[in-house]
């Protein structure tokens, strides 16, 4: 297999150079940066298979860096590394872009499984799989990113995108917060944050709140559904 090329942008060298050693012995290509602005510069001269950010970075924060990596790429996967533990800076970092999100400290191993998760399902989202996803008059289009409804554009961020796109592929299945956080976050879950509510309520404001039938439907003490009535 061709050896998969990971860019760390991460302004604390001992913390960058620890993860370049660690992921060099798993058999990864890494590249560093140690400020935003070559982050930047690096990320768009060369092609990588996944991106770790760090958030409080000189020269350019680790959100506008994803907003710009993800106007560029939007399959790449990228992993938010910060000591920002809080739900309101988690869902930043996911409207920026990010796939994942891991606080600081970490231990290594567990960064490792998310790599090879997110580099894993990257793969496969890549294989064929039907361009147009359909239930009712909701339409979303994988090749396009566009998503309507009865003929109106939607506008979803990528992460909104694919926590749709996995109540899409599961419609009619009841989805517990632990599956959409393992499927969609990739994180182990965590019953201290709402960040999962939040999305199905950013969804359901866009999706539902202005038509005449719901499709999003909470299971209560289960989880959600996505289905017509």
Known sequence: MEERKLLIVEDEKKIANALK?????????VEMAFDGLIGRKLFL?????LVILDINLPGLNGYELCKI????????????????????????????GADDYVIKPFEFKELLVRIRALLKRTMYQQL?????????GLE????????KREGQQILLTA?????????????NRVLSRADIAESVWDIDFDTKTNVIDVYV????????????????????GMGYILKEL
């Open 69 to 96: 990596i993800r106007n560029h790429n939007q399959q790449v996967p990228v992993i938010m590394l910060t000591a920002l533990s809080s739900t309101e800076d988690k869902i930043e970092g996911f409207d920026a």
């Open 45 to 49: 001269s060369h092609s990588y298979d």
């Open 21 to 29: 050693k660690g992921l060099s012995e798993n058999g990864y290509h």
């Open 159 to 171: 992460k909104e995108f694919q926590l749709l796109e996995y109540f899409m592929r599961n419609r």
């Open 201 to 220: 309520n950013y969804l359901r404001n866009k999706i539902d709140k202005h038509f005449s039938t719901r499709l999003i439907h909470t299971q209560v």
């Open 140 to 147: 979303m289009n994988l090749d396009t990113k566009e998503v």
């Open 128 to 136: 064929p799989t039907g361009n147009i996803l359909k239930v009712g």
